[in-house]
């Protein structure tokens, strides 16, 4: 119930292009799915969040969509800029007071 | 306003020192988290506080590991005898209320010991 799993462990775009990364978890209680931003020595950033009664929420150029059937979700970045490159993970939050994190998703945009 | 303050960044011990990591979370959050962070991971839970109360503390790997936060907003993470497998970056988080909101975390402590 604890894992998360993230794809693809790398991922490079053009700049201007689009980034998707996808994670599925198999425990049907989580109810709460953060994206955090990390760079590199520093700490992970939230940058978009969704809870389990919302199938999709967009903030500017991120988005966020879930699929409670499927158990995945996924993050959208759209008209990339090399500040968005970075690692990104994925989590959920189910009924065992934590966050569980994916492996992370390096994510690089070409200039 | 600021965020999540943890010092120091950088720890470097020798195997068997004590060392000691601050926390100073946002202020008026109810809850604080402790995670590990190793090389190319994401970070691992370690411990969770509701104000003072320690409420989890299924994630710390040994009884080295010590965690407390005595007035309800600093936290303290202590590591006994420090041997070379704790060596990571060590990552608070704080959130307004539970698990289930926003966490925000702070820069981290990296933790070398030689």
């Known amino acids: 119930g604890e894992n998360v799993e993230q794809h693809p462990s790398t991922l490079s775009v053009q700049e201007g292009d689009s980034a998707v990364i996808k994670c599925t978890y198999s425990?049907?209680?989580?109810?709460?799915f953060p994206w955090y931003k990390q760079e590199l020595g520093k700490g992970p950033q939230l940058i978009i969040d969704i809870r389990s009664n919302v199938g999709e929420k967009k903030d500017q150029r991120i988005a966020v969509t879930l699929n409670k059937t499927a158990k995945h979700f996924s993050l959208h970045i759209t008209e990339t800029q090399p500040e968005d490159s970075a690692v990104y993970f994925c989590?959920?939050?189910?009924?065992?007071?934590?966050?569980?994190f994916g492996k992370g998703n390096q994510v690089v945009v070409i200039p | 306003g600021a965020g999540v303050s943890q010092s120091p960044r950088y720890k470097v011990a020798k195997r068997g020192q004590d060392v000691a990591l601050r926390c100073d979370p946002i202020s008026g959050h109810v809850s604080l988290f402790w995670y590990q962070q190793a090389l190319g991971q994401g970070p691992e839970f370690l411990t969770y506080?509701?104000?003072?109360?320690?409420?989890?503390k299924s994630g710390l790997p040994s009884d080295r590991f010590f965690a407390e936060r005595p007035e309800g907003s600093v936290s303290t993470l202590k590591i006994q005898r420090t041997q070379q497998e704790d060596s990571a970056v060590y990552l608070c988080a704080s959130s307004l209320a539970g698990f289930n909101q926003p966490q925000h975390f702070g820069d981290g402590t990296r933790l070398s010991i030689l």
């Open positions: 425990d049907s209680a989580s109810n709460y």
């Open positions: 989590a959920k939050a189910s009924g065992n007071n934590r966050l569980a």
């Open positions: 506080f509701q104000n003072e109360a320690q409420l989890d």
